[in-house]
């Protein structure tokens, strides 16, 4: 099956699982969070890849996506996981909290004075400091 072909499912699923004005029913729910976060998936681990793909990344992605930088291509992922969180997807949701930029800045900020405190060097600091939005470790001297 072909990445077009994937997301043009997703992309159905979402549009025939969204209700007009009528509370959302479980069934549309679980689809519409599934259909959201999967998507996500996908746009965050080709955003991943995006340097390594070079001139020929646009050809591969849909239509949405064609003309988005890596840094869109994250901020697209991230709202389509705030939405698959929104229809009660909790791995989503813990996702796109972990994907919110001024999070990701604040925890670089603490990183930085932790490294300041523990001397800045020789064993102390944050393991896992890797800039893809999800917590580090705090390693011990």
Request: include cysteine; hydrophobic fraction near 35%; aromatic fraction near 4%.
């Amino acid at each position: 099956m072909h990445t077009s072909s994937i997301w043009s499912d997703l992309t159905t699923a979402i549009t025939l699982s969204t209700p007009g004005t009528e509370a959302q029913e479980e069934s549309q729910r679980r689809t519409l969070a599934s259909a959201h976060t999967q998507r996500a998936w996908l746009v965050y681990k080709a955003a991943a890849k995006y340097e390594s793909l070079g001139e020929s990344a646009g050809a591969m992605l849909p239509a949405e996506l064609r003309g988005l930088d890596k840094e869109g291509m994250e901020e697209w992922a991230r709202g389509e996981f705030e939405r698959g969180g929104a229809c009660g997807n909790e791995v989503a949701r813990g996702i796109a909290r972990g994907m919110n930029p001024v999070r990701k800045l604040c925890g670089k900020i603490v990183g930085e004075m932790m490294r300041g405190e523990m001397g800045g060097g020789g064993g102390g600091g944050v393991e896992g400091d890797d800039d893809d939005g999800l917590e580090g470790t705090v390693k011990g001297g």
